[in-house]
């Protein structure tokens, strides 16, 4: 009978299902919504600044951004610091266009969708391009080494 009973019963939404249900939905909608040109601009800001960073990792002989962030803790702090300061405005940027979005379409603000799409936008793209501009600069030129006096 409890088998039976169990059966017929429906079981109550999960709300983590539901978080990440309207997390996706709200994330497609995105796309096409107000503000789409974040999608692009702030990417190609994280981009740009990542670039610039690479470039001169490369030169002064330092080891690929994100790899460094993962293999050598000695350092670790420093290299985040540095990070920061090169991405950190983008990052903010992103949260607060992304706090607006939210706010003209769904009327609601979910700081942890903002923090998501911020880092999607922001950290993510210079993560992963810092350390790629390091690696293909490092091979193509010599690291620069102070003059001897």
Do not use: C
């Not at 939404?13 to 997390?23: A, K, N, V």
């Not at 990417?43 to 670039?51: D, H, K, R, S």
């Amino acid at each position: 009978m409890r088998l039976i009973a169990y059966a017929l019963h429906k079981p109550e939404s999960d709300p983590m299902d539901e978080i990440l249900t309207r997390f996706a939905t709200d994330i497609d909608h995105r796309v096409g919504g107000p503000l789409t040109f974040r999608l692009i601009l702030q990417p190609l800001m994280a981009a740009i600044l990542a670039v610039i960073a690479g470039v001169r990792d490369a030169r002064q002989g330092k080891p690929p951004y994100f790899w460094a962030l993962l293999t050598n803790p000695s350092h670790r702090d420093a290299m985040m610091k540095d990070g920061w300061h090169s991405v950190g405005k983008v990052f903010i940027l992103a949260i607060v266009l992304d706090v607006i979005y939210q706010i003209i379409v769904l009327h609601r603000i979910y700081p942890g969708e903002a923090l998501i799409v911020a880092f999607l936008l922001a950290i993510l793209p210079y993560l992963l391009l810092r350390g790629l501009v390091t690696r293909i600069v490092s091979s193509n030129i010599a690291p620069h080494k102070p003059k001897a006096t």
